[in-house]
């Protein structure tokens, strides 16, 4: 069973069918169709259609292919790009009587005929910005209401209330005005290009910029874009509460974003190649959410996201060049103040040439670069942070309570397999160098001794992004001068310079930690200073230093006092749980000392 215009074939059509002069009726007839099973019926005339208005009404239930659907209309073709998958689909058509019994009729209402198709579309995903990222198994029910013939008419779609449009296609222009948070768009489609307005949970705004910048035939004209969002996804953040703006200008389009946390202006050059450039007067930085699902047609755009999977198919080299400008830029809730971003393309990914950040008592100097795409894919980092209050800034950053003031700078240059979102710690390769001066390691809750410490809780570096002091002294300690260099590499880190230098004593730790067992191998010395051994014992007593040297304090305080000048200390084993071990001794206690100790009680 077969319709040639349509290009329609069935196979192993079995059912019961009804005829008579009037016409006739075929309900519930089982079909194959593109070798999956489905259900046909048909009706024809009065007394067998359902509708007495309709001369021929068609149902046909089948599983068809996303391509197999869109090839079949001009109108829906456009869509082929960001939608794969097969999914159940419903589609009726209804021919009315009149095309055929009522010449009296005017042509128009004599033709209107149309075609209408549902699915919850299981089985097929989407490969746009959000709100419309979809996998295929999430359901999403959805119309496509086209008028026949097809490409003579308009073409409406509506996904749930999440999104709807009208399309429609003349001399060889696609005009689509599209709405989000709807399933109906009141007014007709533009004679081309996109006009699009609506409020969405999520928008994606690069991505859907970047859908009306494609190459070639795919490129889309954007006419006008006045939509708001609860959450607006930009550069990798989570704006609230944002209004987006888009219209066409000399030389690209102009972007106005309007918001609590983002205000300001961009333009995105229409020719390829340019340069994104604009100034905005706030940008409030919060992680955003990690997507439903990545989307490699989404921006222009990995400018964009944050993605849970790390990027790690996204081609860098798409990111266009950007010149930005920021009055005010907060990082969580650290104020970074005036920052300036310059990018370029490169053959292979994306160059930045410079962020830099100017506030009250703290800078921020990068460069780097992110190349390569999926295996091939690296990143690289150099930066320099100074600061005249570290423990503030730490503070700022979620990560406070570690130390009180504090000025110097941190060194960081690393590169990683995979793009900025891949980043891991134990992937590392590169160097952390610390030289910080007159600060103190904050009191922390008691009882650190089973806690990770090591060579400054680098475990834990990824999470906090700083260095994390908690677990190094429970009561506080002083320091005069902080610094050492921790290098990265095969999965470890290690340190053979690092050092805490306060007034009461300077502890030394050297050796590696092993990233990926979490496992010590490091000596730790603790050098008294001249006339201070009793307070330098009582600060280390006073409270466990972090998993390792909190084990060593406790090994201290079981032995005399005479010995408690043990200078050596090895730590090995896991962090959760490691081991201790005196290395090394003072040869011999003074006789003096072990008289006065011994006739203490």
Same mark, same amino acid.
């Given at each position: 069973?077969?319709?040639?215009?349509?290009?329609?074939?069935?196979?192993?059509?079995?059912?019961?069918?009804?005829?008579?002069?009037?016409?006739?009726?075929?309900?519930?007839?089982?079909?194959?169709?593109?070798?999956?099973?489905?259900?046909?019926?048909?009706?024809?005339?009065?007394?067998?259609?359902?509708?007495?208005?309709?001369?021929?009404?068609?149902?046909?239930?089948?599983?068809?292919?996303?391509?197999?659907?869109?090839?079949?209309?001009?109108?829906?073709?456009?869509?082929?790009?960001?939608?794969?998958?097969?999914?159940?689909?419903?589609?009726?058509?209804?021919?009315?009587?009149?095309?055929?019994?009522?010449?009296?009729?005017?042509? #128009?209402?004599?033709?209107? &005929? *149309? =075609? @209408?198709?549902?699915?919850?579309?299981? /089985?097929? %995903?989407?490969? $746009?910005?959000? !709100?419309?990222?979809?996998?295929?198994?999430?359901?999403?029910?959805?119309?496509?209401?086209?008028?026949?013939?097809?490409?003579?008419?308009?073409?409406?779609?509506?996904?749930?209330?999440?999104?709807?449009?009208?399309?429609?296609?003349?001399?060889?222009?696609?005009?689509?005005?599209?709405?989000?948070?709807?399933?109906?768009?009141?007014?007709?489609?533009?004679?081309?290009?996109?006009?699009?307005?609506?409020?969405?949970?999520?928008?994606?705004?690069?991505?859907?910029?970047?859908?009306?910048?494609?190459?070639?035939?795919?490129?889309?004209?954007?006419?006008?874009?006045?939509?708001?969002?609860?959450?607006?996804?930009?550069?990798? #953040?989570?704006?609230?509460? &944002? *209004? =987006? @703006?888009?219209?066409?200008?000399?030389? /690209?389009? %102009?972007?106005? $974003?309007?918001? !609590?946390?983002?205000?300001?202006?961009?333009?995105?050059?229409?020719?390829?190649?340019?340069?994104?450039?604009?100034?905005?007067?706030?940008?409030?930085?919060?992680?955003?959410?990690?997507?439903?699902?990545?989307?490699?047609?989404?921006?222009?755009?990995?400018?964009?996201?944050?993605?849970?999977?790390?990027?790690?198919?996204?081609?860098?080299?798409?990111?266009?060049?950007?010149?930005?400008?920021?009055?005010?830029?907060?990082?969580?809730?650290?104020?970074?103040?005036?920052?300036?971003?310059?990018?370029?393309?490169?053959?292979?990914?994306?160059?930045?040439?410079?962020?830099?950040?100017?506030?009250?008592?703290?800078?921020?100097?990068?460069?780097?670069?992110?190349?390569?795409?999926?295996?091939?894919?690296?990143?690289?980092?150099? %930066?320099?942070?100074?600061?005249?209050?570290?423990?503030?800034?730490?503070?700022?950053?979620?990560?406070?309570?570690?130390?009180?003031?504090?000025?110097?700078?941190?060194?960081?240059?690393?590169?990683?397999?995979?793009?900025?979102?891949?980043?891991?710690?134990?992937?590392?390769?590169?160097?952390?160098?610390?030289?910080?001066?007159?600060?103190?390691?904050?009191?922390?809750?008691?009882?650190?001794?089973?806690?990770?410490?090591?060579?400054?809780?680098?475990?834990?570096?990824?999470?906090?992004?700083?260095?994390?002091?908690?677990?190094?002294?429970?009561?506080?300690?002083?320091?005069?001068?902080?610094?050492?260099?921790?290098?990265?590499?095969?999965?470890?880190?290690?340190?053979?310079?690092?050092?805490?230098?306060?007034?009461?004593?300077?502890?030394?730790?050297?050796? %590696?930690?092993?990233?990926?067992?979490?496992?010590?191998?490091?000596?730790?010395?603790?050098?008294?200073?001249?006339?201070?051994?009793?307070?330098?014992?009582?600060?280390?007593?006073?409270?466990?230093?972090?998993?390792?040297?909190?084990?060593?304090?406790?090994?201290?305080?079981?032995?005399?006092?005479?010995?408690?000048?043990?200078?050596?200390?090895?730590?090995?084993?896991?962090?959760?749980?490691?081991?201790?071990?005196?290395?090394?001794?003072?040869?011999?206690?003074?006789?003096?000392?072990?008289?006065?100790?011994?006739?203490?009680?």
């Amino acid at each position: 069973l077969s319709e040639s215009q349509w290009k329609l074939a069935f196979s192993g059509v079995n059912g019961r069918a009804s005829y008579n002069q009037d016409g006739f009726s075929a309900n519930g007839l089982r079909a194959q169709y593109d070798r999956q099973e489905g259900l046909l019926s048909l009706r024809a005339g009065p007394g067998h259609v359902r509708d007495k208005g309709q001369g021929f009404e068609a149902e046909l239930e089948a599983s068809m292919t996303t391509d197999d659907l869109l090839d079949r209309s001009s109108d829906l073709a456009w869509l082929k790009p960001y939608v794969q998958g097969r999914s159940r689909w419903s589609a009726g058509i209804a021919i009315p009587s009149a095309a055929r019994s009522s010449p009296k009729r005017t042509p #128009a209402a004599a033709q209107v &005929t *149309r =075609l @209408q198709l549902r699915s919850d579309l299981i /089985g097929t %995903a989407f490969d $746009l910005p959000a !709100p419309m990222d979809k996998t295929s198994g999430i359901a999403l029910p959805t119309t496509i209401d086209l008028q026949l013939p097809l490409g003579t008419g308009e073409v409406a779609i509506a996904f749930g209330q999440r999104f709807a449009l009208r399309a429609k296609e003349t001399g060889g222009q696609l005009g689509i005005r599209a709405a989000f948070g709807t399933d109906r768009v009141a007014e007709a489609p533009p004679p081309s290009g996109l006009i699009l307005s609506g409020r969405a949970a999520t928008l994606d705004a690069i991505g859907w910029v970047g859908l009306t910048h494609g190459d070639g035939s795919k490129r889309m004209v954007l006419r006008r874009v006045d939509a708001s969002a609860d959450r607006l996804l930009l550069l990798g #953040a989570n704006f609230p509460d &944002t *209004r =987006l @703006q888009i219209a066409p200008a000399s030389g /690209g389009l %102009a972007v106005q $974003l309007d918001g !609590p946390a983002l205000a300001g202006a961009l333009l995105v050059p229409d020719a390829a190649g340019g340069t994104v450039s604009g100034r905005l007067q706030r940008l409030y930085w919060r992680r955003a959410a990690p997507p439903v699902s990545s989307s490699k047609n989404n921006a222009v755009a990995a400018s964009g996201a944050g993605s849970g999977n790390g990027n790690g198919d996204f081609d860098p080299a798409r990111i266009p060049a950007m010149n930005l400008h920021v009055d005010d830029l907060r990082v969580l809730d650290a104020t970074l103040g005036d920052t300036q971003f310059r990018s370029r393309a490169t053959a292979s990914g994306m160059e930045i040439q410079q962020l830099q950040t100017r506030a009250a008592k703290r800078r921020i100097d990068l460069t780097g670069d992110w190349s390569g795409r999926g295996p091939a894919a690296r990143t690289r980092l150099s %930066a320099i942070l100074a600061s005249d209050d570290f423990g503030a800034l730490l503070t700022d950053l979620g990560i406070g309570g570690r130390i009180d003031g504090g000025k110097g700078e941190a060194r960081f240059d690393a590169a990683w397999a995979g793009s900025p979102m891949a980043f891991q710690m134990a992937a590392l390769d590169g160097s952390l160098t610390l030289d910080v001066k007159d600060g103190r390691l904050v009191e922390i809750e008691p009882g650190g001794t089973g806690r990770v410490l090591g060579l400054l809780s680098i475990a834990q570096l990824p999470r906090r992004l700083s260095l994390d002091f908690r677990d190094f002294f429970s009561k506080g300690f002083a320091f005069n001068r902080f610094a050492g260099t921790v290098r990265f590499g095969g999965g470890s880190a290690r340190s053979d310079d690092l050092a805490i230098d306060g007034p009461a004593a300077r502890i030394n730790i050297r050796g %590696a930690a092993n990233l990926r067992a979490q496992t010590f191998d490091q000596t730790i010395e603790v050098l008294p200073k001249a006339g201070n051994l009793l307070t330098a014992v009582g600060a280390i007593a006073g409270g466990p230093v972090g998993a390792a040297v909190g084990a060593v304090a406790n090994a201290v305080l079981q032995k005399p006092l005479g010995q408690a000048a043990a200078k050596n200390y090895r730590v090995t084993g896991p962090w959760k749980d490691p081991k201790v071990e005196v290395i090394e001794r003072q040869s011999t206690p003074a006789r003096g000392a072990s008289s006065a100790g011994a006739g203490r009680p």
